[in-house]
């Protein structure tokens, strides 16, 4: 098989970015749209109750939004998925109007928990905000609750990226935070220097 196709499926489109770089092909200009952004977390065994796995539910869904927005986007959708040891998975997605504030993402992803009846302790936890589109300006909202939920989620944004994450956080976090850690994500690097 030719080194292209190998790039490619071991590391995906990076793999195919250092194929043309190292021809002398320019590829930083190129601009990739995001699809969907999440994430996922296996819990530690004390976490694995409804009301410890709701708190790093909760954190998960945090640390989606403030990627969505660092990014200038706005979801269409959010996608729960919840696995156990001994039961099928759960799995929900709903499509939403376009959100972005931290608040309303984290009332749609609560309303799915807390709507599911578990039979088994939960075992892995997945939060994908999709259907994405990019945020070109901000229109103030005629509502005021939901100027409010953006002025919030930009001030908490603010703060942790200031003073590091998780410096300021909702109440439904609390009792998580050694729970789901920042990782660096793969097939997401944003440029590598030699």
Not at 74 to 83: L, N, P, R, T
Not at 140 to 150: A, R, T
Request: glycine fraction near 6%; proline fraction near 6%.
């Amino acid at each position: 098989s030719q080194p292209i196709t190998n790039l490619s499926r071991w590391f995906n489109h990076p793999g195919r970015v250092w194929y043309h770089r190292l021809r002398g092909y320019e590829t930083d200009d190129y601009q990739s749209m995001t699809k969907s952004i999440g994430h996922q977390h296996v819990l530690a065994p004390k976490f694995r109750n409804r009301s410890a796995a709701r708190q790093v539910i909760s954190k998960m869904t945090q640390k989606c939004a403030h990627r969505l927005r660092s990014k200038k986007l706005y979801a269409g959708g959010v996608s729960v998925y919840i696995s156990f040891f001994d039961s099928p998975p759960f799995h929900k997605n709903i499509t939403t109007g376009f959100v972005a504030y931290s608040q309303t993402i984290l009332k749609i992803v609560l309303k799915i928990y807390d709507d599911f009846t578990f039979k088994n302790p939960p075992f892995r936890l997945e939060v994908t905000l999709f259907n994405l589109t990019q945020n070109n300006g901000c229109q103030i909202s005629l509502f005021k609750d939901v100027e409010k939920s953006l002025q919030i989620s930009l001030a908490m944004d603010k703060i942790n990226d200031q003073f590091g994450d998780e410096t300021i956080i909702p109440a439904s976090m609390f009792g998580s935070l050694d729970a789901a850690p920042n990782r660096i994500p793969f097939g997401n690097p944003t440029r590598l220097e030699f």
